[in-house]
């Protein structure tokens, strides 16, 4: 379909929830300026100071450089997570929230850009990424679209995701929820239905980019080290809400317990380490390197400023031209996919969008 292949959850077996037994314990003795907790997480210095921000950076936050380890952290992790590996980088700036409406809208106003979903879909761009003799879909489908998500009335089988998301004629990130939808009274709501083409678009207007996935990762752990979620090692279904995610069962049943069906305004949660919001849950962000499942075997003796993989491979779907995503969205849960952990990655196509994918910039000026 156009492409916009519904954003394939490559590992869908149901996992067990995480328990104390799970917990990572850091081995070794602390360094100068780290502290442990009882979860063993180790938290640096840099963790425990406020955040770094300057008026001529407004809304990003200053993550010194440094090295970490990037990877899985828990058996929830996904052979692609694998392995663990050590990455160095310079500092840079990045948003503290993800990029919301009102920012988004700014753009468009300024520049009249136009959005990939509110484009008609070219086939003779969407054939190349999918397997030759593909036949072209229906005329009434190469329209205008962006993919929305709908619950099923009752429990479904979590292998067949057509089943929530429904290719919607008039949904862009003006209309997120299609064209009877609008986004007013959500300035501070993140943009959602923005391909990697459109947030590309916006972070050149900004004078940003695109963070590495390195880089997203490393700001993700907030300091932290050996952490399954920005906020350390408590189970994210435990305590408070941490994040905007998926409570109950899914994709038909949400018990709401962090008030929030959808995507929630920026900032409804606490920040990690670094001051950054929403690193787990609310929307998944587009990074900006291609995706290669293996990619982390390629680096495996470690790596300095990474920028990702030269060609991108997806063996689901190997003609095309994939993304990192991260962070995870308001339909993540330890049932499915788990997005909200630091090292969980996933991937779609450059020109895909969808109801709960958005992005944050980063600069290093
Ligand atoms: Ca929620």
Redesign the pocket.
């Known amino acids: 379909m156009k492409g916009k292949e519904l954003f394939y959850m490559t590992h869908m077996k149901l996992i067990v929830p995480l328990l104390l037994s799970a917990i990572i314990v850091m081995i070794g003795s602390c360094q100068q300026g780290e502290s442990t907790d009882h979860f063993g997480i180790t938290k640096t210095a840099s963790a425990i100071n406020k955040p770094v921000t300057d008026n001529t950076h407004p809304g990003m936050i200053w993550i010194p450089g440094g090295d970490f380890a990037q990877g899985g952290d828990n058996e929830q992790a996904s052979e692609d997570e694998y392995p663990k590996h050590h990455v160095t980088l310079n500092g840079y700036w990045i948003d503290e929230t993800e990029v919301t409406n009102a920012e988004f809208a700014r753009f468009v106003k300024e520049t009249g850009y136009i959005t990939v979903a509110q484009k008609k879909p070219d086939w003779n761009e969407i054939k190349k990424q999918l397997p030759s003799g593909t036949p072209k879909p229906d005329d009434s489908l190469l329209v205008a679209s962006s993919l929305v998500f709908k619950a099923p009335p009752s429990e479904v089988s979590l292998n067949d995701y057509s089943q929530w998301w429904q290719w919607e004629k008039g949904a862009d990130w003006n209309h997120p929820q299609g064209p009877k939808s609008d986004i007013k009274g959500k300035d501070d709501y993140p943009v959602v239905q923005v391909t990697w083409i459109d947030a590309q678009a916006y972070a050149r207007w900004a004078g940003k980019r695109l963070p590495t996935e390195a880089e997203w990762e490393f700001a993700a752990r907030g300091g932290l080290k050996n952490n399954i979620y920005p906020w350390g090692n408590e189970s994210v279904n435990l305590g408070d809400p941490k994040a905007?995610?998926?409570?109950g069962h899914f994709p038909d049943k949400?018990i709401?317990q962090?008030k929030?069906?959808l995507s929630a305004p920026v900032k409804s949660f606490p920040a990690n380490g670094y001051g950054l919001y929403d690193m787990a849950g609310n929307v998944w962000e587009w990074c900006e390197d291609l995706y290669n499942i293996n990619y982390y075997k390629e680096v495996k003796n470690g790596v300095t400023n990474p920028t990702g993989p030269s060609k991108s491979f997806d063996p689901e779907e190997p003609n095309a031209s994939k993304r990192v995503l991260r962070g995870g969205s308001?339909l993540c849960n330890d049932t499915y996919c788990s997005g909200y952990r630091v090292a969980r990655r996933m991937k779609s196509s450059e020109d895909s969008s969808m109801e709960h994918l958005g992005f944050r910039c980063v600069s290093i000026k």
Do not use: A, G, K, T
Request: glycine letters at 0%; hydrophobic letters at 50%.
């Open positions: 905007n995610f998926w409570q949400n709401l962090d929030f069906y308001f």
